[in-house]
């Protein structure tokens, strides 16, 4: 079982929602990420968060908020998406803080539907 | 330019076969990390290894084993006796030092056929 928790696994919204997805880990990491996945592409880095720091914005469009109220949990608020936002988002963490790469450990994602 | 080139977009082989999937990278620090993930249709996406940009030493787990070769900039993956439960994307990354960026390659799709 993974040790980073995404919910809700599916989500579908209108254009005029707001919606949040929901990620939570365990594991103590310092850093967390989330990462937008389109079918058969790699995962494209959106945020990344760093002992509670915003560090990396990826120039993601504000419908896009990322927050991060402790060290466990990571959300990523969501308003006004377009069509071409539907992606799997995936959420990750991991013990690095630069110097030493510790690997990603991934949720299982979020499907995200915007109709 | 990409920093992690996968060649390969699909490959397909018979169950029992071997298989080498490629990754090549790119970077100019001395201090790196290279990673392989597994992704199956399930979409989570799986850590298989690191390696450290200076330890050279090839790596073997049961039927996986993993060709690193600075010479070349290059981190092989094979899978020796593929079973279709191997059938899934893999993905090749590396990280450079004192960022917590990750690149990905674009993924190599194994089909693994019984």
């Known amino acids: 079982d993974t040790e980073v928790t995404q919910t809700p696994k599916h989500l579908v919204m209108g254009m005029t929602n707001k919606k949040s997805l929901k990620c939570e880990q365990h594991?103590?990491?310092?850093?967390m990420y989330w990462y937008k996945q389109k079918a058969k592409k790699p995962p494209e880095l959106m945020f990344v968060?760093?002992?509670?720091?915003?560090?990396i914005n990826e120039s993601v469009p504000s419908r896009f908020s990322p927050e991060c109220p402790n060290s466990s949990l990571l959300n990523l608020h969501l308003h006004a998406l377009q069509p071409e936002d539907s992606a799997l988002y995936l959420c990750?963490?991991?013990?690095?803080?630069?110097?030493?790469?510790?690997?990603?450990?991934f949720g299982e994602g979020s499907r995200l539907t915007v109709l | 330019a990409q920093k992690v080139t996968q060649a390969q977009t699909e490959i397909s082989v018979v169950e029992k076969e071997d298989v080498t999937l490629d990754c090549v990278y790119e970077?100019?620090?001395?201090?790196?990390?290279l990673f392989w993930y597994k992704q199956p249709p399930s979409g989570e996406l799986v850590f298989l290894i690191r390696r450290n940009s200076f330890d050279e030493q090839n790596e073997i787990s049961g039927r996986y084993s993993w060709n690193f070769q600075k010479s070349t900039s290059s981190f092989n993956f094979t899978i020796t006796a593929s079973q279709v439960v191997d059938s899934a994307v893999y993905f090749c990354a590396l990280k450079e030092n004192n960022f917590n960026k990750f690149y990905f390659g674009s993924g190599t799709k194994l089909n693994v056929k019984p």
């Open positions: 594991m103590g990491h310092r850093a």
């Open positions: 990750a963490s991991s013990t690095s803080r630069g110097v030493d790469a510790g690997e990603l450990f």
């Open positions: 968060y760093s002992y509670e720091k915003l560090s």
């Open positions: 970077t100019r620090d001395t201090t790196y990390y």
